[in-house]
């Protein structure tokens, strides 16, 4: 069955970068794309970027040059790294995939900025 | 920037009762997609393409629209559908939100 996992490191420093991996299953990578999704409590659902099936990405302009998305296809894992945290960035972050719609999402991960 | 914005923010709504939540988009998007948020939990995906229902979702709700309003129909609330409801626009960069609407039962 189709399982998406995010894990991260709950709490980071401002300033610093935030590196989450959604690890999936049940599926290819190679077949899906891969949306990343935050909700804060300051602006709500916020769409991140995304890696599409065949590795290129896109990404929010909101997050400028602070973030990066890339993928191990062998290890069926996902990767979200954001640089320049700030309290702001506090929320949950999610991966989900993506044929037609977002059909499978992971549990999230909460992350935590502070000092 | 596509803004969505979503009415009500909150409401009520009795057993039985017909709800209709609506999502007005700031540009003209080709479809609207919603998804269904209980506290805790990831949002679920509920409706895409504008009116098709995702796997496992009672044939109670619809959706429809075109253009810049969209919107989510329950025939009949029941009260496993009190969440918080959002819809998005994937029709331009940046994908965008709404800010939710939250259904209570009453």
């Known amino acids: 069955q189709v399982q998406l996992k995010e894990t991260g490191p709950g709490l980071v420093q401002p300033t610093q970068t935030l590196s989450i991996t959604c690890t999936v299953s049940?599926?290819?990578?190679?077949?899906?794309?891969m949306q990343w999704v935050r909700q804060t409590p300051g602006k709500g659902l916020e769409w991140m970027g995304f890696?599409?099936?065949?590795?290129?990405?896109e990404y929010n302009s909101e997050f400028k040059s602070r973030l990066s998305i890339s993928r191990d296809t062998s290890k069926n894992q996902v990767f979200l790294k954001m640089n320049s945290l700030k309290t702001e960035d506090t929320g949950v972050y999610y991966c989900?995939?993506?044929?037609?719609?977002?059909?499978?999402w992971g549990q999230g991960v909460m992350v935590t900025v502070s000092s | 920037e596509i803004v969505l914005t979503q009415s009500p923010t909150t409401m009520a709504a009795s057993p039985g009762e017909k709800v209709t939540i609506t999502c007005r988009a700031s540009?003209?998007?080709?479809?609207m997609h919603w998804f269904q948020q209980k506290s805790g939990t990831s949002p679920k995906p509920w409706i895409y393409d504008t009116s098709k229902l995702a796997s496992g979702v009672p044939d109670r709700f619809s959706g429809s629209g075109s253009g810049t309003s969209y919107s989510l129909t329950i025939s009949s609330m029941e009260a496993e559908d009190a969440a918080t409801y959002y819809c998005?626009?994937?029709?331009?960069?940046?994908?965008?939100f709404g800010s939710g609407t939250k259904l209570e039962i009453k």
């Open positions: 998005l626009q994937r029709s331009s960069y940046p994908l965008t």
């Open positions: 890696i599409r099936s065949g590795g290129s990405t």
């Open positions: 049940g599926f290819s990578l190679t077949s899906y794309y």
């Open positions: 540009s003209s998007v080709s479809y």
């Open positions: 989900a995939r993506d044929w037609d719609h977002f059909d499978y």
